[in-house]
């Protein structure tokens, strides 16, 4: 009989080492830490000590619940959505520990720490249950959108409540008949003397009711307009829910899911809900883009927590399992070349990405705060371009890691005995919610090198000024080759192209991270695994870049043969 799940080995706990190396070695680090008061303080030991914090929360309270709130997923009781045993009391400690406030302006009672940071954070309760961060990422994100747009009254009432974790947030775009093609929402806002009210039904809403905070403030998107025009006008609206909803917002059903059972994900109605517009009428979706960037970085965030935990189980699992070698004496599957590959490969995406992610998080606080206004653009635009490739790539490593952790414990790791098989449900779904892979590689043709090629153009100087040897040079010239290539090209080749051109843009921004790597200095075994990591991703750089190259040139070429699929 299989062993109860509850009993299962769990992935080694997280390196804080290994992260505050990362931080530092991140591009931009001293820059942020330059900013302003708050982020000046914020120095080794600091940065440290807060690991340590979020490292002891995740390996006590958050690695034993993953289990559970996969097991027990969650249910409606009276119309209410009720969570996993044990989940309100790891959010409860979460709440009573400040983790909700760590990103958040200190003006509201957030701690204002570097992005950077609060994603390694984030990294750590991820990799010990990503159905758990599933709340905290809309809370926070729902935040900065207020702080964006929001009137001072709004702000005064809904920013300390967020950051203190007592209100909840979703972020309410999707439809039925409105998923990737957003413009095809029919929610309707009304105008009358008592302000908006909403009608309508928002499909796929993450935590759109639960029982961890009493009240809950949904981010929703809806047409402002009569209906009568040739292009929706869309508004964004806050609306209030949780314990504080009326018969106006409900829950009508959690979905049945593949993975982050733990995680409701919920059909609402909105009838007649009362509304509250927030910033310029008609320009929601640009305005709502304030979240969706925090969302998508988060969501590279949970890719790497994935990732991380299925690299580092395979790695402790390979060096105990015994298996091969001569007769009477078998050799830990470590000593296999096949195996070392996979290991290696698992390691490199995992450093790699983390490397990415945190100087994505870097170059967005420069964005948003420096005071030199060329800086902040650059900067900006640079965001702008490495968005698309940060949620895309973390999707895939978490995916492809947990995949390949099942490969490296043979039969184990089908089993409920070991965690890879549950990552390998929960980090299916990062490549599809928000906005796809074939999304994100439409998004990054036709806004990032058709329509505004600035960001691109940044990286390849940036790459080129650091990229060492010839790996990096050789992949930037295919980049940039295939950038001309689609931006010459008439719409449908652009579109056949997006995807492979995204796979190019993973390899080059990796093979940047790995380039910057080589250039450590110090022999820790944290910079030894990071150049380990660096040496075998620009090692395999130009082959795999070459083959995404080229299925760009392809382009709708070899999708003739589609109107035979019968
Ligand atoms: C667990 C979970 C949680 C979610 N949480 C939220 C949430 O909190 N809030 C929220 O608003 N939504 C949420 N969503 C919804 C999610 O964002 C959508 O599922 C996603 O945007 C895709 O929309 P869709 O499912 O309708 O797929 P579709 O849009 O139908 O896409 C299906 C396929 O067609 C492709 N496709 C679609 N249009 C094009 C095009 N123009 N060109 C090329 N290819 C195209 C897509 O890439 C995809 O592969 C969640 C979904 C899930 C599964």
């Given amino acids: 009989m299989t062993a109860v799940v509850s009993s299962r080995a769990e992935p080694p706990p997280a390196d804080v080492d290994l992260s505050v190396a990362h931080l530092r070695a991140s591009y931009r680090y001293p820059d942020v830490r330059a900013l302003g008061e708050t982020y000046r303080s914020v120095d080794d030991a600091t940065a440290t000590a807060i690991l340590d914090q979020a490292a002891a929360f995740a390996t006590k309270t958050l690695v034993p619940l993953n289990a559970v709130?996969?097991?027990?997923?969650?249910?409606?009781?009276?119309?209410?959505?009720?969570?996993?045993?044990?989940?309100?009391?790891?959010?409860?400690?979460?709440?009573?520990?400040?983790?909700?406030?760590?990103?958040?302006?200190?003006?509201?009672?957030?701690?204002?720490?570097?992005?950077?940071?609060?994603l390694a954070v984030q990294e750590f309760f991820d990799r010990a249950c990503p159905a758990f961060g599933m709340l905290p990422v809309p809370q926070r994100s729902a935040a900065r959108l207020i702080a964006a747009f929001g009137?001072?009254?709004?702000?005064?009432?809904?920013?300390?409540?967020?950051?203190?974790?007592?209100?909840?947030?979703?972020?309410?775009?999707?439809?039925?008949?409105?998923?990737?093609?957003?413009?095809?929402?029919?929610?309707?806002?009304?105008?009358?003397?008592d302000g908006w009210t909403l009608t309508g039904e928002k499909n796929w809403i993450s935590f759109g009711d639960h029982d961890l905070t009493d009240a809950i403030v949904h981010c929703v998107l809806a047409r402002s307009d009569d209906g009568s025009g040739d292009r929706p006008e869309i508004s964004l609206f806050l609306v209030k829910g949780g314990n504080a909803q009326s018969d106006t917002v409900k829950v009508r059903r959690v979905e049945e899911k593949l993975g982050l059972h733990g995680s409701p994900t919920c059909a609402m109605s909105f009838e007649s809900a009362t509304g509250v517009l927030i910033g310029e009428r008609g320009r929601g979706l640009a305005q709502m883009f304030v979240m969706i960037t925090q969302m998508r970085l988060a969501v590279g965030v949970m890719g790497l927590g994935i990732a991380g935990a299925c690299s580092d189980t395979a790695l402790a699992y390979a060096k105990e399992r015994r298996q091969g070698g001569p007769p009477g004496a078998p050799v830990v599957i470590a000593a296999h070349a096949d195996v070392q590959r996979q290991l290696l490969e698992l390691a490199a995406r995992t450093e790699l990405l983390r490397g990415l992610v945190l100087s994505v998080a870097n170059l967005a606080d420069i964005a948003a705060c420096s005071i030199d206004e060329e800086d902040r653009e650059r900067c900006a635009a640079l965001v702008q371009w490495f968005l698309p490739i940060v949620k895309t790539f973390g999707a895939n490593c978490a995916f492809a890691n947990a995949d390949d952790a099942v490969q490296v414990l043979g039969g184990a790791g089908y089993t409920a005995d070991w965690p890879v098989g549950q990552a390998l449900r929960d980090a299916r779904v990062l490549s599809v919610f928000e906005g796809t892979s074939g999304i994100q590689a439409l998004d990054i043709v036709e806004r990032r090198i058709v329509r505004d090629p600035r960001g691109m153009a940044a990286f390849v100087a940036q790459a080129r000024e650091d990229g060492a040897g010839t790996a990096l040079p050789a992949c930037l010239d295919l980049l940039e080759d295939a950038a001309a290539h689609l931006a010459a090209a008439a719409p449908p080749e652009r579109q056949a192209g997006a995807s492979a051109f995204l796979a190019l843009a993973m390899q080059a921004s990796a093979g940047w991270v790995a380039s910057r790597f080589l250039r450590l200095a110090d022999d820790t075994p944290s910079h030894r695994r990071m150049q380990a990591a660096a040496a075998y991703w620009l090692d395999r750089l130009n082959p795999r870049a070459s083959l995404h190259h080229a299925e760009v040139l392809q382009g709708a070429g070899p999708l003739t043969s589609f109107a035979d699929l019968g």
């Avoid at 009391?89 to 983790?99: D, P, T, Y």
């Avoid at 009254?153 to 990737?180: D, F, H, Q």
């Fill in 69 to 118: 709130m996969d097991r027990h997923g969650v249910r409606i009781e009276n119309g209410r959505v009720r969570t996993a045993p044990g989940h309100r009391e790891a959010w409860a400690a979460f709440v009573a520990n400040g983790w909700p406030s760590i990103d958040q302006d200190v003006a509201y009672g957030g701690q204002q720490l570097p992005l950077s940071l609060c």
């Fill in 151 to 193: 009137n001072d009254g709004l702000k005064a009432a809904l920013l300390p409540e967020l950051c203190s974790g007592a209100l909840g947030a979703t972020i309410c775009i999707s439809e039925v008949g409105a998923g990737s093609d957003v413009l095809q929402m029919r929610t309707r806002a009304t105008q009358s003397d």
